[in-house]
């Protein structure tokens, strides 16, 4: 089974918010980092933020500042991220991936992403 | 923000040629740079780590180089299932992507 299972694709109309999930398997969520990456048709990747185990936080691209949030269920080994106030331009794939990295020689903590899940398709229309 | 950008945008070649894709930070990122593949339709899949460490399961004909600001990956003997688009990620702060180059038949 795979790793990381999201929720299905979603039509919203504008202003409205989505909330997709991702559900880890096989693993303990808290022994993981989820972030978000989107991509809209036909362009490239992009980060919107997720949540740094290491650090113990949320981190959000600047673009996305104030518009989405990132939270986890632990209980449910499930992390979720929200949009809010979405536009057309949100229409795009939305990813959640994770990863491992290794710890720098200023005790900074590097992650790239190796696992990723399949998407959720988030449509935004009036 | 850390910007990375990616050169060419789009490169057509042949099955056995030698390809390179170029990246270039904005600011040094140190070793932290990732390459990952991606198909229609599908997520990406990670090929090299920290600028030159190939990814488990990834044939070696891929070869990730550099540090600092310039990068490239380079796809010797490209086979057919390597025609696709390759994104550059730098992890050195927070995460930021190259807008991606699309290799494809010439």
């Known amino acids: 089974q795979d790793l990381l299972v999201q929720s299905g694709a979603e039509v919203k109309k504008p202003g409205a918010s989505v909330k997709v999930s991702c559900r880890v398997h096989?693993?303990?969520?808290?022994?993981?980092?989820i972030h978000w990456v989107r991509q809209a048709p036909g362009k490239g990747l992009e980060w919107m933020g997720g949540?740094?185990?290491?650090?113990?936080?949320?981190k959000y691209a600047r673009k996305f500042q104030g518009r989405v949030t990132v939270t986890e269920d632990t209980s449910l080994d499930t992390a979720f991220m929200e949009l809010s106030s979405l536009r057309s331009e949100d229409t795009a794939m939305y990813y959640c991936?994770?990863?491992?990295?290794?710890?720098?020689?200023?005790?900074?903590?590097?992650?790239?992403?190796?696992?990723w899940g399949k998407g959720t398709m988030v449509t935004v229309s009036s | 923000d850390i910007q990375m950008t990616q050169i060419p945008s789009i490169l057509s070649a042949s099955v056995g040629d030698r390809v390179t894709i170029t990246c270039r930070a904005s600011?040094?990122?140190?070793?932290?740079l990732a390459w990952y593949q991606q198909k229609p339709g599908k997520a990406p899949k990670l090929l090299i780590y920290?600028?030159?460490s190939l990814e488990n399961g990834v044939p070696s004909r891929f070869s990730g180089r550099g540090s600092g600001t310039d990068f490239t990956l380079t796809i010797s003997d490209l086979q057919p299932e390597d025609f696709a688009t390759y994104y550059c990620?730098?992890?050195?702060?927070?995460?930021?992507f190259g807008q991606g180059t699309t290799v494809d038949i010439k």
């Open positions: 990620q730098q992890y050195d702060t927070d995460w930021t």
């Open positions: 991936a994770t990863g491992r990295g290794e710890f720098g020689v200023s005790a900074q903590y590097y992650f790239y992403m190796d696992v």
């Open positions: 920290k600028a030159s």
């Open positions: 600011q040094s990122i140190s070793n932290w």
């Open positions: 096989a693993y303990s969520l808290s022994d993981l980092s």
């Open positions: 949540f740094d185990r290491k650090a113990g936080q949320a």
